[in-house]
Nanobody, 123 residues
Framework: QVQLVESGGGLVQAGGSLRLSCAAS????????MAWFRQAPGKEREFVAR???????NYADYVKGRFTISRDNAKNTVFLQMNSLKLEDTAVYYC?????????????????WGQGTQVTVSS
């Protein structure tokens, strides 16, 4: 089973950028769909972006044009480049994995999760 560890979170001013990484170990990374979700205090976990095992990407409307998801199968890592950050992007960001191709965004479809990394955007 794949295990996930996120990194790259931190404090950034509005308009700034951060790059999150999610390193996978165990299992077959190249065969899984990877996704990023986020959860702000008092809110439900929400979908951010997804990249399938055949590199098809999908984004939530609220990050489209600002965030980019990518993967490096040689390094067993998925990335989330976040540009033009807004105050409302503040949340704990989680990466998640599911074997095979997934074209849906519900967090319940992803059985494997990382521990999360905090992203705080300040004014």
């Amino acid at each position: 089973q794949v295990q996930l560890v996120e990194s790259g979170g931190g404090l950034v001013q509005a308009g700034g950028s951060l790059r999150l990484s999610c390193a996978a170990s165990g299992g077959s990374f190249s065969s899984v769909t990877m996704a990023w979700f986020r959860q702000a205090p008092g809110k439900e976990r929400e979908f951010v972006a997804r990249i399938t095992n055949n590199y098809v990407t999908n984004y939530a409307d609220y990050v489209k044009g600002r965030f980019t998801i990518s993967r490096d199968n040689a390094k067993n890592t998925v990335f989330l480049q976040m540009n033009s950050l807004k105050l409302e992007d503040t949340a704990v960001y989680y990466c998640a994995a599911r074997e095979g191709v997934v074209y849906r965004s519900s967090p319940t479809l992803y059985p494997v999760w990382g521990q999360g990394t905090q992203v705080t955007v300040s004014s």
